[in-house]
């Protein structure tokens, strides 16, 4: 029998770990945390490439109470690795951040790992790091 169904149950888990980081970087952009707090897990950590380092609540209390907020928020996974109920990625980040009434550029190479609990869960976001790189897009 030949199989023309060439997509992998990997290029699944691929397809919607990318699915997930596009509605987690669009929902930050236009304010929609409930979305973003589902996307990340309970046991999340947030690395930032300035070296701040937040859980899932202290990272939702930054963008919700602290005035952090993604003007801009680009970011392309160039390889996603499954095992099982896990995936990591790695990617290029782009985003414009407005603090404390100051815009910054942010460009970030990033690491991000991903779990589900089982299969007919939705992938969520167990760590993100990013070391800043030079303003790239």
């Given at each position: 029998?030949?199989?023309?169904?060439?997509?992998?149950?990997?290029?699944?888990v691929r397809?919607?770990?990318?699915?997930?980081?596009?509605?987690?970087?669009?929902?930050?952009?236009?304010?929609?945390?409930?979305e973003v707090?589902?996307i990340?897990?309970?046991?999340?950590?947030?690395?930032?490439?300035?070296?701040w380092?937040?859980d899932?609540q202290?990272?939702?209390?930054?963008?919700?109470?602290?005035?952090?907020r993604y003007?801009?928020?680009?970011?392309?996974l160039?390889?996603?690795t499954?095992?099982?109920?896990?995936?990591?990625?790695?990617?290029?980040?782009?985003?414009?951040?407005a603090?404390?009434g100051?815009?910054?550029?942010?460009?970030?190479?990033?690491?991000?790992?991903?779990?589900?609990?089982?299969?007919?869960?939705?992938?969520?976001?167990?760590?993100?790091h990013?070391?800043?790189?030079?303003?790239?897009?």
């Open positions: 029998m030949i199989n023309d169904n060439y997509e992998t149950a990997e290029d699944t397809g919607e770990i990318i699915e997930r980081e596009a509605a987690r970087t669009a929902a930050l952009v236009v304010g929609r945390f409930g707090a589902d990340y897990d309970d046991r999340l950590t947030y690395t930032h490439s300035n070296g380092r937040d899932k202290s990272l939702l209390a930054r963008v919700t109470e602290a005035g952090m003007e801009e928020f680009e970011h392309r160039d390889h996603v499954v095992i099982g109920d896990i995936a990591a990625a790695t990617g290029l980040m782009h985003a414009v951040v603090t404390d100051h815009r910054h550029e942010v460009s970030s190479l990033t690491s991000t790992v991903w779990t589900r609990r089982s299969p007919d869960e939705p992938w969520t976001m167990l760590l993100f990013s070391s800043a790189t030079p303003t790239v897009r």
